[in-house]
């Protein structure tokens, strides 16, 4: 008898902690999640279905801890009080039985279990959260690897405090009425991350436009390498107050240079400065190119020197290794790659971004276009296809990122499969952008069939999945 394989339920990003009574906190543990089936056969499986038991051999207590029961969780390695994701990654690349068995010494795993799947063979997934808290706790004993999450009720924001204090990562918010959604990502799951801040130099800003275009539209930020050395690591244009626009122009009129410390980006106005303001952004990770993703303005640093702005702030994030697989999480949650031919994620990095569109056969013939950005295609589906002319307005729905390789992805999704149906590459080909902002994203394609600049606009307010896809004019 084949078993059925559980696909994890995922959780919404929620920007501030809360208190409500009918909710329930735990830690965020920032380590692989894993569904454990602790039954013959005995099997680990990461959220994209990989077996994990070989890289994990000392988690094979659970058998001893439990009876026939299906449990969800997160492997970590702790180091020093807290997760520690670069020996984690350590872990989960070993290959030979020596070496797994020399890590698992050095570096264990424990396995912290926050829910049960099934048990005795009955699913137990439409039950509300806290019955299956209850039942998870008469049946799995914790051992020396292998521990229950640790929740408290209605108290979000003090316990969020106390987390961030011991240096974790963030916490979880669940609703104790909540079913388990399988391979879901709902508002019933919410996870509550540390802000990061970096403190940057500005060193010019963009020419603003509408409502900025007396003021500026983005700044330019950067960082000293250890050799004094300069590097641009993104904009922001997000987070000013009407107050701070005046207060920063006013500043940026004696700081004008023509010295240009880095390149800017293509299509950037760029006006220059001085290398002598300090401002703190919040970003939610640095990418593989070392730029802040989602900066936003906090505050002037008046109190800290250009000097003391330095990359080490940022370099050594580890987060960014997880950014991809966190942003692929609902791409390989729909799908189930034992049946379908669509690519898991292998990476293909090039200098130039790519861009593809495919002609997807599903039960609505739509075009699927994709930009390359930050480690994935960031994918809207076009029903009515590419616009030909200014005056065509086309729905353009954004849909969850896929990996890069998925550029090169033509064949058919078997029946029953998420987007089941016919793909084939319809152009495809480098792109360059000009504004990429949350709303609006303007490009270039450089394609086999398509040249020419095109618009994203998003429809009504920032979240909508809406976007008009306009063609720019020559
Ligand atoms: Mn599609």
Request: hydrophobic residues 35%; aromatic residues 10%; positive net charge.
């Amino acid at each position: 008898m084949s078993r059925h394989i559980y696909r994890p339920m995922l959780a919404r990003v929620a920007p501030k902690p809360f208190s409500d009574k009918d909710w329930i906190f735990e830690i965020k543990w920032d380590g692989f999640r894993a569904i454990a089936y602790v039954e013959e056969p005995y099997s680990l499986k990461s959220r994209n279905g990989k077996e994990l038991k070989h890289n994990f051999p000392e988690l094979e207590e659970l058998n001893k801890l439990s009876g026939n029961v299906v449990v969800d969780g997160e492997i970590v390695v702790m180091r020093e009080g807290k997760p520690d994701f670069q020996a984690l990654l350590e872990r989960g690349q070993a290959v030979s039985p020596n070496e797994i068995q020399r890590q698992a010494q050095r570096a264990p795993a424990i396995y912290v279990v926050f829910d049960i799947l099934e048990k005795d063979g009955n699913p137990l997934t439409k039950l509300p959260l806290m019955e299956r808290k209850k039942i998870l706790k008469a049946s799995l004993k914790e051992g020396k690897n292998v521990l229950l999450s640790d929740f408290i009720e209605e108290k979000g924001e003090v316990y969020y405090k106390l987390v961030l204090d011991k240096g974790l990562e963030g916490v979880m918010a669940k609703k104790k009425e909540s079913y388990y959604e399988e391979g879901l990502r709902t508002g019933s799951w919410l996870k509550i991350k540390k802000l990061r801040t970096c403190d940057c130099i500005i060193f010019g800003y963009t020419k603003g436009a509408d409502s900025r275009e007396k003021t500026f539209g983005a700044l330019l930020l950067g960082l000293y390498d250890t050799d004094g050395k300069p590097v641009y690591v993104g904009k922001v244009g997000t987070g000013f107050t009407q107050e701070m626009l005046g207060i920063l122009t006013d500043k940026f009129e004696k700081l004008k240079t023509d010295v240009a410390p880095f390149k800017p980006e293509v299509g950037d106005v760029v006006t220059w400065l001085e290398p002598k303001l300090v401002c703190e952004v919040i970003y939610q990770v640095v990418t593989r190119d070392i730029k802040l993703r989602m900066a936003r303005f906090q505050r002037l640093r008046e109190d800290k020197s250009p000097a003391e702005c330095t990359l080490d702030q940022i370099i050594n994030d580890k987060k960014q290794v997880t950014d991809v697989e966190d942003k692929l999480s609902e791409y390989a949650s729909k799908r189930n790659f034992e049946v379908t031919t669509e690519p898991k994620g292998e990476e293909k990095r090039g200098d130039n971004l790519i861009f593809v569109i495919q002609e997807h056969h599903a039960r609505r013939l739509h075009y699927d276009l994709r930009l390359e950005n930050g480690g994935v295609l960031k994918s809207w589906a076009v029903p009515k296809g590419m616009p030909e002319s200014p005056r065509q307005r086309h729905l353009a729905v954004e849909t969850e990122d896929h990996p890069i390789g998925y550029a090169n992805f033509e064949g058919s999704i078997p029946e029953g499969q998420y987007g089941a149906g016919t793909v084939k590459i319809w152009d495809k080909g480098h792109y360059q952008t000009k504004v990429w902002e949350d709303n609006k994203i303007e490009f270039t394609l450089n394609g086999q069939r398509l040249k020419g600049r095109y618009i994203l606009v998003r429809l009504k307010k920032a979240g909508d999945k809406d976007w008009l896809l306009l063609k720019g004019k020559e």
